[in-house]
C-alpha cells in the first residue's frame, strides 16, 4: 500500500477543501489499517512545516484572504497583467498572489497604489486570487446621480439631488457613449473647488430615468439617505489596521460559523453550540454567539462615529446597499469572514434543558470562523443532504445547533411571542436590472435558529447592562392603543372569530387568534390586520419592555456593522466590563435621548425607501402585463377606492370607486366597508377578487386595477357610473342638502 507524498496531499486539500479530516485523506488515498500511523505522521509534519493548520480534526491551508482586502499593487509583467499583494495576510507561507482585473470605467493602477479590492479564489498556474477595484486607498472622487444632456463639448450633468444645483461639466472623452435624456452616474475629475463648473466623467449609464436599473438611486436621493462617505470618513476607514489579541481572549480554535443569505456580502455574528458538561444542568446546552467588535474600530467622537450615528443603518435595496460603514470596515476589518481572524464582543450563554437562559457571561474576544454558510445549505444538510462544505461540521457544528435550538423552541412557546406568519416578498433582478421574477422566501428552520440565538444574546445584554446600572438603548415595543385594537376585534368578529374584551392584552391572546385562523381563507386578512394593529417599535433609554416578544427588557447587540443601536450597546459593555477607553462617552452618554429619536427616524426612513423602491419595481415588472387579470384580496377600504393584494407577487393596487362597477358605492367608515346603492352589495376587508391590471407606473410604484369579480361573483356589467353618472349626481345632490340641514341647526345651537 503506497502512503502519498506531501505534495499529493497538500494538492489533494487545495483541491477539496472541505474534505480535509484525517479520515477524508485516507478515504482518498486508499489507506487503512497500520497504514494511517504513517499518514498522521506525514500530517504533523506539514503541521509542523506550516504548510497546514489543524483546526479541530480537520486540516487546511493556512488563513486564507478576506473577501474584500487592502492591496499594493505590484505594477504589470511583460504581459501587461497587473498584479497585486495584500497588506493583511496570517499565512506561515508566502503571501498569494492576485491578479487585479480593471473594468474599462477603473482608474489607472501603478506600482505602489493601495487599493480596496473585491476577491475571488480561482485556480491558475500564476496567481491565487483575482480583484475588482472597489476604490483607491487615499482617493474619495465625489460621485453624482444625474440626467445627462449632451452638448457640442461633450454634456452636462443635471442632479436628480434637489439639495445639488450645480451643474457637472462633461468633457467628450468623459462621456463614455451616454446619450440625452438618460441616468447616469458620473464621478468627479480634476481637483475639488476649482472654478467654474465642476468636471466628471460618466462611469456608468443607467438608461430612461423610469428605467428599474435606475429605481434604487432615486429613492436613495429623494429620501435624503446619505451614500457618499465624507474624505475624513474614508481616511479613518483606510487608516484602520486589524485588532491585535492583547488581553482579548483567545476564541480562535471554537468552530463558530456564519450563517447568512446566500447573498450577503458582511458577516456580524457567528454561533455555536454544544452540550452543556456541568452535572448540574443536565440534558441543558451552552450557545456562544461572537458579534464583530465594530467599537474597536468606530470610536466615540470620531468621523466614522459621526457618519455612523447621521446614517443610523444600513438601507437594503434589491440591487445595491447603502452601508453605514465604509467598505474597509463593513467588508473587511469588522466582517467575521471565514478562516480570518476578526475582533469580537461574545456571549456565552447556559440553557437548560427547556431552553430558558440560567446563566451567561460576556467576553472581549478573537475568534476566527471555521465556515461561511447560507440559510439554505444548512438546512438542507439538517435535512440529510449536506453538501461537501456542510457534511464535515454535521456532528461538531450543525447538529448541535439544532439541538439548542430544539431546547428553545419549548422556551419560546413559554413565552409566547407574537407569532405572525406573513411571507417575506423578494424581488430578483437581471444583471441589467430588469425584475426577472418576485419571489415569496422560504421560512426555514435555520431562519429561526440563528433568530433565536440572537434574541437570546439580545436580551443577554440588556440585562447585563441593567444589572451595571449602565445608560445603554433598549429596543421598545409598545402594547397596540385601545382604537387599534377595537378595529382588529371589529375585523376578527367580521370574519367569524373573537378577540376577547376587558382584559389585559397579551401576545397569547392574539396568538389564540391567529391559531383560529390558520388554515382558513382569512388566515392572511388575520395576520395583516394584527400587523396593522401594532405600535411602530423605536428606540428609547428607557425600558418600557418589548410587547411583540413577550420580553421585559431588550436591546439590540447583534448587528452593530449596519444599526447605530448595536454599537451603543456594544461601548456600554465595553465600559460596563472595564475592557477599554473606547466604550461610551460622557458626551454619548449626555446625547443617548437624541441618539434615540434620531436613529428611530433613520430607521422608517429605511423604511420607507425599501418599500418605495419594491413598489417601483413591482410596478415595472408588471408593466408588461397590462390587461392581465390577477387574483387576489383586498387589503384596504377607502373613500376613494379599494387596495387589493394581488396573490402572485404580493403586490398593492388600488381600484379607483370609478372601477367597481355601475353603481354607486357609500363608505362607511365605522365598520371599513363599501356598500353599492341599487344591489346592496357590500366590500370588505379579506374579500377574494379577481381584478384586470389597467395601469402600472414605474416611476411612481402606482397599480391600477378594475374589479371583475367579488367573491368569485361577476359584478354587474353595463357602462360605469363615472363621476357624472346619476348616482353620482343624486348622491351628491343629497350630501348637499344634508350639509345645508347640518349648517342651518348649528346655527340655531348659537
Known amino acids: 500500500m503506497r502512503i502519498p507524498t506531501k505534495e499529493e496531499i497538500l494538492e489533494w486539500i487545495s483541491d477539496n477543501p472541505t474534505l480535509t479530516s484525517k479520515r477524508d485523506i485516507a478515504k482518498a488515498f486508499g489507506i487503512k489499517g497500520a497504514a494511517r500511523i504513517d499518514l498522521k505522521r506525514l500530517l504533523k509534519e506539514l503541521e509542523a512545516e506550516g504548510h497546514l493548520e489543524k483546526r479541530k480534526k480537520t486540516y487546511r491551508d493556512p488563513d486564507r484572504l478576506p473577501p474584500v482586502s487592502v492591496l499594493l499593487v505590484g505594477g504589470q509583467d511583460d504581459d501587461g497583467d497587473l498584479f497585486a499583494s495584500p497588506l493583511e495576510w496570517h499565512g506561515e507561507g508566502a503571501a498569494p498572489v492576485i491578479l487585479v482585473v480593471p473594468r474599462a470605467s477603473d482608474p489607472a493602477l501603478g506600482k505602489g497604489d493601495r487599493i480596496l479590492g473585491r476577491l475571488t479564489e480561482v485556480k491558475s498556474e500564476t496567481h491565487q486570487y483575482e480583484a475588482r ?137 457567528a454561533c455555536w453550540a454544544h452540550a452543556d458538561d456541568d452535572p448540574a444542568n443536565e440534558g441543558g446546552h451552552v450557545v456562544w454567539v461572537a458579534i464583530a467588535d465594530v467599537a474597536h474600530y468606530v470610536t466615540p467622537a470620531s468621523a466614522l462615529d459621526h457618519e455612523a450615528r447621521k446614517r443610523g443603518n444600513s438601507s437594503y435595496f434589491p440591487d445595491r446597499v447603502v452601508p453605514m460603514l465604509p467598505d474597509r470596515l463593513s467588508g473587511d476589518l469588522c466582517s467575521l469572514h471565514e478562516g480570518v481572524p476578526r475582533a469580537c464582543i461574545a456571549v456565552r450563554m447556559q440553557l437548560d434543558s427547556h431552553g430558558r437562559k440560567i446563566g451567561h457571561r460576556f467576553v472581549r474576544g478573537m475568534m476566527r470562523s471555521v465556515a461561511s454558510l447560507n440559510y439554505a445549505e444548512v438546512q438542507q444538510a439538517r435535512d440529510g443532504a449536506p453538501n461537501d462544505k456542510c457534511a464535515p461540521l454535521m456532528h461538531e457544528v450543525i447538529e448541535p445547533l439544532y439541538a439548542a435550538y430544539e431546547a428553545t423552541r419549548k422556551a419560546r412557546a413559554e413565552r409566547q411571542p407574537l407569532e405572525l406568519d406573513l411571507p417575506e416578498r423578494k424581488v430578483e433582478l437581471t444583471p441589467e436590472g430588469k425584475v426577472a421574477s418576485v419571489m415569496f422566501r422560504d421560512r426555514l428552520d435555520a431562519h429561526r435558529l440563528i433568530e433565536e440565538f440572537m434574541i437570546l444574546a439580545n436580551v443577554a445584554a440588556a440585562e447585563t447592562l441593567l444589572a451595571a446600572r449602565s445608560p445603554l438603548l433598549f429596543r421598545v415595543h409598545e402594547e397596540p392603543n385601545p382604537a387599534k385594537l377595537d378595529a382588529l376585534r371589529e375585523t376578527a368578529q367580521s370574519a367569524g372569530f373573537t378577540l376577547a374584551k376587558g382584559q389585559v392584552l397579551k401576545t397569547q391572546h392574539l396568538n389564540a387568534l391567529l391559531n383560529a385562523a390558520a388554515g382558513t381563507e382569512e388566515a392572511e386578512l388575520i395576520n395583516i390586520s394584527t400587523l396593522r394593529s401594532m405600535t411602530q417599535a423605536y428606540y428609547s433609554p428607557s425600558n418600557f419592555g418589548h410587547f411583540g416578544l ?51 427616524d433613520t430607521e422608517r426612513r429605511s423604511m420607507l425607501a425599501e418599500r418605495d423602491t419594491n413598489d417601483r419595481y413591482l410596478a415595472s415588472y408588471l408593466s408588461e402585463r397590462i390587461g392581465n387579470e390577477f387574483g387576489g384580496r383586498i387589503s384596504g377600504i377607502a373613500r376613494f ?106 346655527r340655531r345651537r348659537r
Open 641 to 746: 377606492g379599494v387596495f387589493v393584494k394581488l396573490d402572485e407577487t404580493g403586490a398593492d393596487g388600488l381600484i379607483p370607486m370609478r372601477e367597481l362597477g355601475r353603481e354607486y358605492f357609500r363608505f362607511d367608515a365605522e365598520s371599513n366597508t363599501l356598500t353599492g346603492s341599487e344591489t346592496g352589495t357590500t366590500i370588505g376587508l379579506g374579500q377574494r377578487v379577481l381584478v384586470r391590471l389597467t395601469e402600472a407606473a414605474p416611476v411612481t410604484g402606482g397599480i391600477a386595477l378594475e374589479l371583475l369579480e367579488l367573491e368569485d361573483r361577476k359584478l354587474p356589467s353595463g357602462g360605469r357610473r363615472g363621476r357624472g353618472g346619476p348616482m353620482r349626481r343624486k348622491a351628491t345632490k343629497a350630501k348637499r342638502k344634508a350639509d345645508k340641514l347640518k349648517r342651518k341647526v348649528a
Open 133 to 269: 477595484l472597489i476604490r483607491r486607498i487615499g482617493t474619495n472622487p465625489r460621485q453624482v446621480l444625474g440626467v445627462f444632456r449632451k452638448t457640442t463639448e461633450g454634456g452636462r450633468i443635471l442632479p436628480i439631488d434637489k439639495g445639488d444645483g450645480k451643474e457637472w461639466q462633461v468633457l467628450a472623452e468623459g462621456v463614455n457613449g451616454a446619450r440625452d435624456g438618460e441616468l447616469v452616474e458620473a464621478q468627479q475629475t480634476g481637483p475639488k473647488g476649482r472654478l467654474g463648473l465642476p468636471r466628471a466623467k460618466v462611469i456608468e449609464r443607467l438608461g430612461d430615468p423610469s428605467a428599474p436599473k435606475a429605481v434604487s438611486l432615486i429613492a436613495i436621493h429623494q429620501h435624503g439617505i446619505p451614500d457618499r462617505f465624507p474624505d475624513r470618513v474614508i481616511a479613518e476607514a483606510d487608516a484602520a489596521k486589524p485588532a491585535p489579541l492583547g488581553q482579548r481572549e483567545d476564541l480562535r480554535d471554537l468552530p463558530l460559523v456564519t450563517i447568512d443569505p446566500a447573498d450577503a456580502r458582511d458577516h456580524d455574528d
Open 550 to 600: 413577550a420580553l421585559r427588557s431588550y436591546a439590540h447587540f447583534t448587528s452593530p456593522i449596519r444599526r447605530y443601536a448595536d454599537l451603543i450597546v456594544h461601548r456600554a459593555l465595553i465600559s460596563a466590563h472595564g475592557w477599554g477607553d473606547d466604550g461610551l462617552s460622557p458626551e454619548g452618554i449626555e446625547n443617548l435621548e437624541a441618539t434615540a429619536g434620531h436613529i428611530s
